[in-house]
Nanobody, 123 residues
Framework: VQLQASGGGLVQAGGSLRLSCAAS????????MGWFRQAPGKERDVVAA????????YYADSVKGRFTISRDNAKNTVSLQMNSLKPEDTAVYYC?????????????????WGQGTLVTVSS
């Protein structure tokens, strides 16, 4: 599966952005999807993950209550709605896909990655 992330940009603190990830292929509904982010000089960390049906979702503590992950299997897309953004949310955001339903927080669990989209939150 090939992934294409979009929607990043510059936003003021307190603002919102919606990231989208478009996937190729007819087997999109098989995959658990995740969003990760990597700030300069830091490791790539999980932000959120969603099961193939959307019935199970995971959020990092730092984004709970502010970010929402969703997917549309008919359109082969997964989205990340980001509200109440903070300067510490500044990072390159990556979408990822896996058929491995073990630990959703480990980037090594994921087999396919998009190219990343930059989110910059100004104070």
């Amino acid at each position: 599966v090939q992934l294409q992330a979009s929607g990043g940009g510059l936003v003021q603190a307190g603002g919102s952005l919606r990231l989208s990830c478009a996937a190729s292929g007819r087997t999109f509904r098989r995959y658990r999807m995740g969003w990760f982010r990597q700030a300069p000089g830091k490791e790539r960390d999980v932000v959120a993950a969603i099961s193939w049906s959307g019935g199970s979702r995971y959020y990092a503590d730092s984004v709970k209550g502010r970010f929402t992950i969703s997917r549309d299997n008919a359109k082969n897309t997964v989205s990340l709605q980001m509200n109440s953004l903070k300067p510490e949310d500044t990072a390159v955001y990556y979408c990822a896909a896996t058929v491995d339903y073990s630990d959703p927080t480990r980037h090594s669990t994921y087999d396919y990655w998009g190219q990343g989209t930059l989110v910059t939150v100004s104070s």
